[in-house]
């Protein structure tokens, strides 16, 4: 999806979940690393939780990849080739 589709989508999420305070701040003359960025806040620690997952599950049903799970995976990946190289050295 576009930019504002994903922000609609996340917006519509956040309401859907009863989040609080919900601020959207534009980054478009800012930064180069993203459009816009959305803060909010809950009731209490579950309910952010709750709301996080819910934003990244619809996001996720949309077509948007999951940067946190590239990120990890990506990490997870990079570990296991510098450590088979670190044990095949040790081995040798």
Known sequence: PSPEET???VL???DDMKAEDTLTIDL??????ADTMVVTSGRSNRHVGS???RVLENLGKAG????FD???ANFANQTKRITGATLTKAGR
Not at 28 to 33: F, G, Y
């Open 7 to 9: 922000l609609r989508l």
């Open 12 to 14: 519509a999420s956040l």
């Open 28 to 33: 478009r003359e800012k930064s180069s690393l």
């Open 51 to 53: 709301v996080a997952d």
């Open 64 to 67: 948007v990849k999951n940067f």
């Open 70 to 72: 590239a990120a990890r």
